[in-house]
């Protein structure tokens, strides 16, 4: 089945370091990828979709000059959180979509951040 | 998207069939009904989706009201591996969209 791949699944940084997470399509090409948050005990919350070749598209209140989207190639977007603050915590999930497009999100097991 | 009612928490018995139910009565003719479950600190794991014909994986069975305003994910024989944050969602097709979350149901199976 198709494979969405996050690296790393935890992370803990310091307040205003930069930290990068990786999403990638292990076995299918996405021109496509969504960029989710989830807080504790609360839902997913789309934060942004990545789209290959062109910049993301960012939900509203989503600062897009904190939250650096890169979808450089068909098998991999990055998710970059700048200056991070103690409230950034939490869990970052990636998605794709692996075939035509009413197949189907498959997820990554997500990124736990932790800024101290 | 349309909006879907799920209840918050259900229990079920290890062993036994989970029932989940999830309304989604403004749900339109293009828009597919998907269920996802998460367990504890996961990423969202697809389980089926069908669009108004009951269908059955290797996971689960999908039964859709005739109306389509309703449905509900069969879980056959729970463990307590199925124990997760159970989320129905309806999409549109024909579409690379994102899909939207509710709060979903906890299914707990007890042992």
């Known amino acids: 089945g198709a494979v969405v791949s996050q690296h790393p699944s935890w992370v803990i940084c310091k307040s205003g370091t930069s930290v990068k997470i990786e999403c990638r399509s292990l076995d299918f090409q996405a021109t496509t990828m969504f960029w989710y948050r989830q807080f504790p005990k609360q839902s997913l919350m789309l934060m942004a979709t990545?789209?290959?070749?062109?910049?993301?598209?960012?939900e509203q209140g989503v600062e897009k000059d904190k939250f650096l989207i890169n979808h450089a190639s068909l098998t991999l977007s990055t998710l970059t959180v700048t200056s991070a603050h103690p409230e950034d915590s939490s869990f970052y999930i990636c998605?794709?979509?692996?075939?035509?497009?009413?197949?189907?999100?498959?997820f990554g097991n997500g990124t736990r951040l932790t800024v101290t | 998207d349309a909006k879907t009612t799920q209840p918050p928490s259900m229990d079920c018995a290890e062993g036994r069939a989970a029932n989940l139910p999830c309304n989604h009565s403004t749900i339109s003719g293009n828009e597919y009904v998907y269920w996802y479950r998460q367990i504890h600190s996961q990423g969202p794991q697809y389980i089926i989706h069908?669009?108004?014909n009951n269908e059955t994986n290797e996971m689960a069975s999908l039964i859709i009201t005739e109306d389509r305003k309703s449905s509900t994910l069969i879980l056959p024989h729970a463990t307590l591996r199925d124990t997760a944050v159970y989320y129905c969602i309806v999409r549109v097709t024909g579409s690379a969209r994102q899909l939207t979350f509710g709060s979903g149901t906890q299914l707990t199976v007890l042992p």
């Open positions: 998605s794709a979509i692996p075939g035509p497009s009413n197949s189907p999100l498959h």
């Open positions: 069908g669009l108004k």
């Open positions: 990545s789209n290959e070749g062109s910049k993301a598209t960012y």
